[in-house]
């Protein structure tokens, strides 16, 4: 269909090359490679993250209180529906501070993976003029996501301290950071596998907000698993849910002064690492394709 | 595609100085679309088309397409709209990958794009340190560079603004700032150049001519035919997606001008012609790797 060497006299001119010093452009690299160019580019991750928190929040005259402030208005939210007018809270010891870190926890997950999905699809002008690893994208956003969480945290123990009855402050409290450690790379890993997936099919996203919030009702952000106390089989898969397990270790430890069940850390821990594998294979894989245009 | 082929007058050419190889590219893009409903249709052929209303529809945007373009060369290319000159430049710079074919090169192309914003939501400081740190600086590194990189921007009073604040131009010239002070061994411009005044246009020519004495290798991409004169020690003709001329930007820019005005006049005849006998006194490269092996396609 194309016209090509019959064309006459002039034909073609061949050109032989070595292949020394040439390589692929835009070639995925090995996976080692990748990873180990992932942490070369750490001040990119940092800056990245750093830049962005306080730029994000530059079109709100409120500024970065809203980052305290959303999880405050929606805790009072779910108090008042929740609490007040469905009284799920009912038989819940310290229901407020039971909520407020329900809130808080389940907050930090879901906005970091619903940035994290859109990773590459909201910086095409950085994919596009520069080529790097594009999975330092998704972990920047979870870098920032953290960074962001700090004062909204800071603001979750000094409300759960405010509301009586009063907690006891013990070394347990100390549980909370491998806690959040924890949930940072169960964020990543997520938010790995969401990023290829919304990048790939627009539509997803449209998903995660759906996804998110049948997430938060059965998570028991605003209810107690007690009340399923009779049936073993929707305990048995409330026991597996992760975001249930971050939360009944934060609760635990922050609240009722007792060591967590290390059953929560095993199926956490098992979630955590799964993704972050799944994630970062299935995010590598992709690493070609990320420039395109959909 | 037999050795008689090959053999006859097999140019060798060391490939110290190839700096971009393109072997036989193309692209086709897969694009979805919502499907017009046609004007009269029964409720049944409604039904039986399937729900969504999305289109798939395959464009066959660049026809393989064989290149070596040396260190030292700068390269403007040009063509009509729509006639795969940027597909071809996201071909060089790996933001596409190839349907067929493949693209070498001696180092990551860095590209000049036209939407030259970065990250729209912090100011210019910010944009350039993040710039060269995506391009594998380290800080120290960056920090260094930073200064130089304000001069060649010559927007000093306004760095401290968000970019979303930039005039086109005035982000474009950040942008060539940054993405020219890596020194690149390969740049591609992709009618990043359009928005710049004079003076920029100038500072644009000598930091393009630094490069190329460094032994670097610039695609420019632009409808201006001055500047691809001016600019470019070599020239080629891209129009339908495939390869029309290969040649001086003297040549190639003139037998552009007459065909864009057979086009302007509606001389489709004439065009027709023109495009043919370009065609037919095209050299057409073909790439032979020394060892029967293309460069393996990892990074070593």
Same mark, same amino acid.
């Given at each position: 269909? +194309?016209?090509?060497?019959?064309?006459?006299?002039?034909?073609?001119?061949?050109?032989?090359?070595?292949?020394?010093?040439?390589?692929?452009?835009?070639?995925?690299?090995?996976?080692?490679? @990748?990873?180990?160019?992932?942490?070369?580019?750490?001040?990119?991750?940092?800056?990245?993250?750093?830049?962005?928190?306080?730029?994000?929040?530059?079109?709100?005259?409120?500024?970065?209180?809203?980052?305290?402030?959303?999880?405050?208005?929606?805790?009072?939210?779910?108090?008042?529906?929740?609490?007040?007018?469905?009284?799920?809270?009912?038989?819940?010891?310290?229901?407020?501070?039971?909520?407020?870190?329900?809130?808080?926890?389940?907050?930090?997950?879901?906005?970091?993976?619903?940035?994290?999905?859109?990773?590459?699809?909201?910086?095409?002008?950085?994919?596009?003029?520069?080529?790097?690893?594009?999975?330092?994208?998704?972990?920047?956003?979870?870098?920032?996501?953290?960074?962001?969480?700090?004062?909204?945290?800071?603001?979750?123990?000094?409300?759960?301290?405010?509301?009586?009855?009063?907690?006891?402050?013990? $070394?347990?409290?100390?549980?909370?950071?491998?806690?959040?450690?924890?949930?940072?790379?169960?964020?990543?890993?997520?938010?790995?596998?969401?990023?290829?997936?919304?990048?790939?099919? +627009?539509?997803?996203?449209?998903?995660?907000?759906?996804?998110?919030?049948?997430?938060? @009702?059965?998570?028991?952000?605003?209810?107690?698993?007690?009340?399923?106390?009779?049936?073993?089989?929707?305990?048995?898969?409330?026991?597996?849910?992760?975001?249930?397990?971050?939360?009944?270790?934060?609760?635990?430890?922050?609240? @009722?002064?007792?060591?967590?069940?290390?059953?929560?850390?095993?199926?956490?821990?098992? $979630?955590?690492?799964?993704?972050?594998?799944?994630?970062?294979?299935?995010?590598?894989?992709?690493?070609?394709?990320?420039?395109?245009?959909? | 595609?037999?050795?008689?082929?090959?053999?006859?007058?097999?140019?060798?050419?060391?490939?110290?100085?190839?700096?971009?190889? /393109?072997?036989?590219?193309?692209?086709?893009?897969?694009?979805?679309?919502?499907?017009?409903?046609?004007?009269?249709?029964?409720?049944?052929?409604? &039904?039986?088309?399937?729900?969504?209303?999305?289109?798939?529809?395959?464009?066959?945007?660049?026809?393989?397409?064989?290149?070596?373009?040396?260190?030292?060369?700068?390269?403007?290319?040009?063509?009509?709209?729509?006639?795969?000159?940027?597909?071809?430049?996201?071909?060089?710079?790996?933001?596409?990958?190839?349907?067929?074919?493949?693209?070498?090169?001696?180092?990551?192309?860095?590209?000049?794009?036209?939407?030259?914003?970065?990250?729209?939501? /912090?100011?210019?400081?910010?944009?350039?340190?993040?710039?060269?740190?995506?391009?594998?600086?380290?800080?120290?590194?960056?920090?260094?560079?930073?200064?130089?990189?304000?001069?060649?921007?010559?927007?000093?009073?306004?760095?401290?603004?968000?970019?979303?604040?930039?005039?086109?131009?005035?982000?474009? #010239?950040?942008?060539?700032?940054?993405?020219?002070?890596?020194?690149?061994?390969?740049?591609?411009?992709?009618?990043? &150049?359009?928005?710049?005044?004079?003076?920029? #246009?100038?500072?644009?020519?000598?930091?393009?001519?630094?490069?190329?004495?460094?032994?670097?290798?610039?695609?420019?991409?632009?409808?201006?035919?001055?500047?691809?004169?001016?600019?470019?020690?070599?020239?080629?003709?891209?129009?339908?997606?495939?390869?029309?001329?290969?040649?001086?930007?003297?040549?190639?820019?003139?037998?552009?001008?007459?065909?864009?005005?057979?086009?302007?006049?509606?001389?489709?005849?004439?065009?027709?012609?023109?495009?043919?006998?370009?065609?037919?006194?095209?050299?057409?490269?073909?790439?032979?790797?020394?060892?029967? #092996?293309?460069?393996?396609?990892?990074?070593?």
């Amino acid at each position: 269909m +194309n016209t090509t060497e019959d064309t006459g006299d002039s034909g073609t001119r061949t050109i032989a090359l070595d292949r020394n010093g040439l390589i692929r452009v835009g070639a995925r690299p090995s996976l080692w490679r @990748y990873l180990r160019q992932i942490w070369e580019f750490r001040s990119f991750v940092l800056f990245d993250s750093k830049s962005r928190i306080a730029g994000g929040n530059s079109t709100n005259s409120l500024g970065q209180i809203w980052l305290v402030l959303n999880p405050i208005l929606n805790g009072a939210t779910y108090f008042f529906v929740f609490g007040l007018l469905l009284g799920t809270g009912r038989g819940i010891e310290n229901f407020i501070a039971y909520l407020i870190i329900g809130v808080f926890m389940f907050r930090f997950t879901s906005s970091a993976i619903t940035s994290g999905s859109k990773a590459i699809i909201s910086n095409r002008a950085v994919v596009r003029a520069f080529s790097f690893p594009r999975a330092t994208l998704a972990l920047a956003v979870n870098v920032r996501e953290l960074m962001v969480q700090i004062p909204a945290f800071i603001t979750m123990f000094v409300l759960i301290l405010a509301f009586p009855p009063l907690e006891i402050v013990s $070394w347990k409290w100390l549980l909370f950071i491998p806690l959040v450690a924890v949930q940072f790379l169960f964020n990543l890993g997520l938010s790995l596998i969401l990023a290829r997936l919304v990048t790939r099919f +627009n539509d997803v996203t449209n998903l995660i907000t759906f996804g998110t919030r049948i997430w938060l @009702y059965l998570s028991a952000v605003f209810f107690s698993i007690d009340r399923f106390a009779d049936h073993p089989t929707i305990l048995f898969i409330m026991h597996l849910n992760p975001m249930y397990c971050i939360l009944e270790i934060a609760r635990d430890s922050l609240l @009722y002064d007792t060591w967590p069940d290390p059953n929560r850390w095993l199926v956490l821990g098992a $979630w955590t690492l799964v993704l972050l594998v799944v994630g970062t294979v299935l995010f590598w894989q992709a690493e070609e394709s990320y420039g395109q245009e959909k | 595609m037999t050795a008689a082929e090959v053999a006859p007058h097999a140019v060798t050419s060391p490939s110290a100085q190839a700096a971009v190889v /393109i072997d036989s590219a193309s692209m086709t893009y897969v694009v979805r679309s919502i499907r017009p409903a046609p004007r009269h249709e029964t409720f049944r052929a409604r &039904l039986s088309r399937a729900g969504s209303g999305v289109e798939i529809s395959h464009l066959e945007a660049l026809k393989p397409l064989s290149l070596v373009v040396e260190h030292g060369e700068s390269v403007g290319v040009i063509g009509t709209n729509g006639s795969g000159k940027s597909t071809l430049m996201k071909l060089v710079t790996g933001q596409l990958a190839p349907t067929s074919g493949s693209v070498y090169a001696t180092d990551t192309p860095i590209m000049l794009g036209v939407n030259a914003a970065l990250v729209p939501q /912090i100011s210019g400081e910010d944009n350039i340190i993040l710039g060269c740190l995506a391009m594998g600086m380290s800080r120290a590194q960056a920090d260094a560079k930073f200064d130089s990189i304000v001069e060649l921007s010559g927007l000093k009073d306004s760095l401290h603004l968000p970019l979303k604040a930039y005039s086109s131009g005035m982000a474009s #010239r950040l942008q060539f700032a940054i993405a020219t002070s890596v020194d690149p061994e390969i740049l591609v411009i992709d009618e990043a &150049l359009n928005t710049g005044d004079a003076q920029f #246009r100038e500072r644009t020519r000598q930091r393009i001519n630094v490069l190329r004495e460094q032994a670097g290798c610039v695609f420019l991409v632009s409808h201006s035919l001055g500047t691809i004169r001016d600019m470019c020690t070599r020239a080629i003709w891209i129009e339908r997606g495939e390869l029309l001329m290969d040649g001086t930007p003297e040549e190639v820019t003139g037998r552009y001008q007459e065909y864009a005005g057979h086009m302007g006049k509606k001389h489709d005849k004439k065009a027709a012609d023109l495009r043919e006998k370009c065609r037919s006194e095209l050299v057409r490269t073909k790439i032979v790797w020394n060892d029967q #092996r293309s460069p393996s396609s990892a990074t070593p």
